[in-house]
């Protein structure tokens, strides 16, 4: 399986028998082995593994350092021959007459470099001080190990050769609890993974700040991060260590490890090498950390020699990025984008005075979420909500369930509703176009109903785009000269082109702007639920089952919309998924095609249909920056958006022939 980009870390915690340095390195060895079949690249063991963190004053004996430095050379001779990735161990090695607290870097029979502990805790429970120097006080200088001339110090990378973008740095313990850890300097010098060898007891409360200091880390540093801590078999004479272990990206847990296992732990995830490497690039305030570096480090170079990621992916792909998971999670973050909507369109409408607003109600779920965020933003700013002017405007494709829902919705809310048939008007500007598309003329109008106002047979070979952009521009024609018109549009839609210019693509200020398909659909859901009941949550939850469609071509003989947009354009959870990805963290198209193979779609889809729906998105992105170039104002609620003043800046006359190449090549 080829790596996009991934990178197969562990977090292992051995079997212990403290003070007995040939035991542990043995069950290191055999941690070692079984990380080598699960494809590891980088295998991070606790704080002080080879000997155990209880020693206390046995680290000053000097045969139990002498055992721990034989036991560091059996594991690099030995770890050859059963690990070709990098494993990082620790454990005490004394320097010019001081004994530090050391992390050994170990690849392919060599030790890299030998990191020491930085900072010291000598206090509460913590009493290392007696034993160990810290950093600053053995510089960096060679020493010797066996026969291997080994760097020690703290300025110290350790950069792969053959996998593009990994830079190992390495921190021990306390170095994260401080104020300004070394692994700050470490990334601001290149790191991009970060290991840290712990021994943290557990007591009450503890556990969840780790995990926030860890998660924190990896997220400060935009960096991957792997904590190690040591387990329950170390001395239980005055504390007791769980062995948690955890993996986080860029402020994301991968994977965290059940805590007190009474057997050995080997936590593997797969980290994003590429996404990190992006973020850094187009965050220029992390790069301008540089000249803050005051210490160079030096580079340690080594091959993994190992290009392919086996199978499977060991990290989750989410199928629908957009949308959070867990309910308390989700009700946050539905009334966190609420409260956005509203303050945005709040702040617009106090601005020129509070006017009377306009909006097309279509029973869609754009227009009804959107409809719901004006509701809520006259409710907050004093203003009767018979000032927001809602309009349905049934067209030729306008369904007897959609016109219901609108004019239901409308009157559930207590807004101002009216209704404007545009078919007469399209046809009369159709027929100023030259452009008929039915064949005989307009009938007599009925102007208490709908279904008898026009009598006509369709000319479907005259059902093209001007017959759909005429009936979206009319609808927009109308609300313009109505008051002030808040836009319904998401920005699935944007991405895709698939919006009328000048039509339902224009407004005076779109709340919707910034919100993919996928999440306007659960926010109309959610407020259901949560915001509403009786008919006013049958109405919404029947919004939300109504199929997706611009009704904008006549409805099938039996009056159900024949005019589905996922059938046209694909469906709108994977092209939500292919923009969060493309977008925000500009990843090619194959690596978004590798993605969308590992994650669970609401429903299964082949290689061949993810690749053609991929295509579809690529070429109609390309196609349509046009329409995003000129967007009305409208808030960013989430973590990307299309505006030309904000997130997404493209000349609309870009080539995409680079990110078809994958596609047209069959790769």
């Known amino acids: 399986m080829i790596s996009h980009g991934f990178l197969r870390v562990a977090a292992a915690v051995p079997t212990l028998r403290v003070a007995d340095c040939a035991f542990n390195a043995e069950r290191i060895l055999a941690l070692m082995t079984r ?46 021959s059963v690990f070709s990735g990098v494993a990082i161990v620790g454990l005490p090695f004394a320097v010019n007459d001081q004994l530090f607290n050391c992390a050994a870097v170990l690849h392919q029979g060599s030790i890299l470099g030998l990191v020491p502990k930085t900072f010291l805790p000598n206090y509460k429970e913590f009493y290392e001080v007696r034993w160990f120097a810290p950093a600053s006080a053995g510089g960096d200088t060679v020493v010797s190990v066996g026969d291997q001339r080994v760097p020690f110090g703290t300025a110290q990378l350790f950069d792969a050769t053959d996998v593009e973008g990994l830079v190992l740095g390495v921190e021990i313990c306390e170095d994260l609890w401080v104020p300004i850890p070394p692994s700050c300097h470490l990334a601001m010098q290149g790191a991009t993974l970060l290991v840290n060898l712990s021994a943290s007891n557990e007591v009450i409360g503890k556990t969840p700040y780790r995990r926030q200091l860890v998660l924190n880390q990896s997220g400060r540093c935009m960096a991957a991060y792997v904590y190690t801590s040591c387990g329950v078999h170390e001395s239980t004479t005055d504390l007791v260590f769980g062995g948690h272990c955890l993996i986080a990206e860029n402020g994301s847990l991968l994977a965290e490890s059940p805590r007190f296992r009474r057997d050995e732990t080997l936590l593997v995830a797969d980290v994003d090498i590429d996404r990190l490497r992006v973020e850094r690039q187009r965050t220029n305030s992390f790069q301008d950390l540089h000249r803050f570096v005051d210490k160079p480090v030096a580079r340690r170079s080594f091959a993994l020699n190992r290009t392919d990621l086996p199978e499977p992916l060991r990290r989750e792909v989410e199928a629908h990025p957009f949308v959070p998971r867990g309910q308390e999670q989700l009700r946050e973050r539905c009334d966190e984008i609420f409260h956005t909507q509203v303050a945005g369109l709040a702040k617009r409408l106090e601005h020129i005075g509070k006017p009377a607003v306009a909006i097309g109600v279509s029973g869609g779920l754009d227009s009804t979420l959107a409809l719901l965020v004006a509701c809520k933003t006259m409710d907050a700013i004093e203003v009767p909500r018979d000032r927001i002017r809602a309009f349905t405007m049934p067209g030729f494709g306008t369904t007897t369930r959609t016109r219901r829902n609108a004019w239901a919705l409308m009157e559930q809310l207590g ?59 009319m609808r927009t024609s109308i609300l ?28 005076m200020y779109n709340p919707n702007v910034s919100i993919p398909k996928t999440l306007v659909k659960f926010l109309v859901h959610w407020a259901a639920m949560n915001e509403f009941d009786g008919e006013a949550r049958r109405i919404l939850l029947d919004v939300v089952a109504t199929k997706i469609s611009p009704e904008l071509l006549p409805a099938g003989g039996d009056g159900q919309i024949v005019q589905e947009t996922e059938e046209t354009i694909g469906p709108y959870e994977l092209h939500d998924f292919f923009l969060f990805h493309f977008l925000r963290y500009g990843a090619p198209p194959e690596k978004i095609l590798f993605l969308a193979e590992h994650a669970k779609f609401d429903r299964a889809y082949t290689t061949a249909e993810l690749r053609r729906w991929l295509r579809v998105f690529v070429q109609r992105f390309f196609a349509n920056q046009f329409k995003r170039s000129c967007l009305p104002d409208g808030p ?7 505006s030309p003043r904000g997130d997404w800046r493209m000349p609309s006359d870009a080539q995409g022939t680079l990110w078809l190449q994958w596609a047209n090549e069959g790769k």
């Open 35 to 80: 990380a080598e079949a699960e494809g590891v690249s980088v295998l991070v063991f606790p704080e002080l593994a080879i000997t155990g963190y209880t020693c206390a004053d046995l680290f000053h004996q000097i045969t139990l350092q002498h055992g721990a430095r034989d036991a560091l050379l059996h594991l690099a001779r030995a770890g050859k």
């Open 415 to 473: 807004v101002t509703a009216a209704e404007v048939d545009i078919r007469p008007l399209c046809l009369e500007e159709m027929r100023a176009l030259k452009h008929r598309p039915f064949g005989i003329e307009l009938q007599g109008l009925n102007v208490d109903g709908l279904t008898t106002r026009l009598q006509m047979v369709p000319d479907e070979q005259r059902q093209d785009l001007v017959f759909e952009n005429v009936q979206a521009r």
């Open 480 to 507: 313009m000269n109505s008051a002030f018109v808040i836009g319904t549009g998401d920005v699935s839609e944007l991405a895709l082109g698939w919006a009328t210019y000048n039509g339902d693509h224009m407004s």
């Open 636 to 642: 960013k609620v989430g973590s990307i958006s299309l």
